[in-house]
């Protein structure tokens, strides 16, 4: 008969870290995403309102011209 094997500690500890370390890489990009989105929602919206009141100027300013 075969001795039983001895389980290698290091392959558990290996696995803990890499787990650890992905889980703290995607909070840390969902905390990233999260954040830009908020950001967007905030300054984004009045910049494309600027953006789309000037294009708008513009082209009425163009049209009368001509």
Not at 16 to 45: M, Q, W
């Amino acid at each position: 008969m075969n001795p039983p094997r001895k389980k290698n500690p290091t392959v558990g500890v290996a696995v803990f870290i890499v787990a650890v370390v992905l889980f703290v890489i995607g909070t840390v990009l969902f905390n990233a995403l999260k954040s830009k989105r908020e950001y967007d929602e905030t300054s984004g919206a009045g910049a494309a309102s600027a953006t789309a009141t000037a294009s708008t100027a513009a082209s009425q300013g163009g049209g009368s011209a001509q």
